[in-house]
């Protein structure tokens, strides 16, 4: 990732915490020199020394033919929002794109065994939806396992990671106050931003 020097983004354990509030992420992996993508929730783990990256892709999805060879590029990339150059003080001003990214990358790890794929799905459970535990739980075991033959289950241990955050830190205070409240009348992505500028 190119990052100019005002938008370092480099603080791991605020790298981290981003990861887990945007954990609906991308994928890319290599099929021979043609990069292949999905899109996919994931939990993200402190381990010992680790940071591993867990989730699951469709048994058909092909991508799950090379993660184990290559290395994986993973993507978390909320929020983000238009700057229209109306909110500068020089007319000659163009528009922009304020964003945070972390591009974190890795090996993956295929779990193989039934018992690693119910706790990997009941972990995904937990974090997204633990309401839905009662549910689960009166699941017959056919069913759960009619369901893991469909899925492969991996684990990613993160190798490197990048952060970006371009927040308009190169404006003046009052711009940056003209962006924020403009971007607090928008949607939840610009709201979120607007709060990310403030806390600059």
Same mark, same amino acid.
Request: hydrophobic share 35%.
């Given at each position: 990732?190119?990052? #100019? *020097?005002?938008?370092?983004? %480099?603080?791991?354990?605020?790298?981290?915490?981003?990861?887990? +509030?945007? /954990?609906?992420?991308?994928?890319?992996?290599?099929?021979? %020199?043609? #990069?292949?993508?999905?899109?996919?929730?994931?939990?993200?783990?402190? +381990?010992?020394?680790?940071?591993?990256?867990?989730?699951?892709?469709? *048994?058909?999805?092909?991508?799950?033919?090379?993660?184990?060879?290559?290395?994986?590029?993973?993507?978390?990339?909320? #929020?983000?929002?238009?700057?229209?150059?109306?909110?500068?003080?020089? =007319?000659?001003?163009?528009?922009?794109?304020?964003?945070?990214?972390?591009? !974190?990358?890795?090996?993956? @790890?295929?779990?193989?065994?039934?018992?690693?794929?119910?706790?990997?799905?009941?972990?995904?459970?937990?974090?997204?939806? #633990?309401?839905?535990?009662?549910?689960?739980?009166?699941? /017959? %075991?056919?069913?759960?396992? !009619?369901? =893991? @033959?469909? =899925?492969?289950?991996?684990?990613?241990?993160?190798?490197?990671?990048?952060?970006?955050?371009?927040?308009?830190?190169?404006?003046? @205070?009052?711009?940056? +106050? +003209?962006?924020? %409240?403009?971007?607090?009348?928008?949607?939840?992505?610009?709201?979120?931003? !607007?709060?990310?500028?403030?806390?600059?």
């Amino acid at each position: 990732m190119f990052v #100019p *020097k005002m938008f370092e983004f %480099d603080d791991k354990s605020e790298q981290i915490a981003f990861m887990k +509030r945007y /954990s609906f992420a991308t994928i890319i992996t290599n099929k021979g %020199d043609i #990069p292949i993508a999905t899109q996919l929730p994931l939990i993200i783990e402190e +381990r010992a020394n680790s940071l591993i990256l867990s989730g699951h892709f469709a *048994k058909a999805n092909e991508q799950t033919n090379y993660i184990e060879q290559n290395s994986s590029l993973i993507i978390f990339a909320e #929020p983000h929002a238009y700057i229209s150059p109306t909110h500068y003080d020089q =007319i000659q001003s163009v528009p922009t794109w304020d964003y945070i990214s972390v591009h !974190a990358y890795g090996k993956s @790890k295929i779990l193989s065994e039934d018992l690693s794929k119910i706790q990997a799905l009941e972990q995904m459970i937990t974090f997204y939806e #633990p309401d839905y535990s009662t549910q689960w739980s009166q699941l /017959s %075991d056919n069913y759960k396992q !009619a369901m =893991i @033959k469909g =899925i492969v289950a991996f684990e990613i241990e993160v190798t490197a990671i990048q952060g970006q955050k371009k927040l308009s830190q190169n404006k003046t @205070k009052a711009e940056q +106050r +003209r962006i924020v %409240d403009h971007l607090e009348q928008q949607g939840q992505s610009e709201q979120d931003l !607007a709060q990310y500028i403030k806390n600059l």
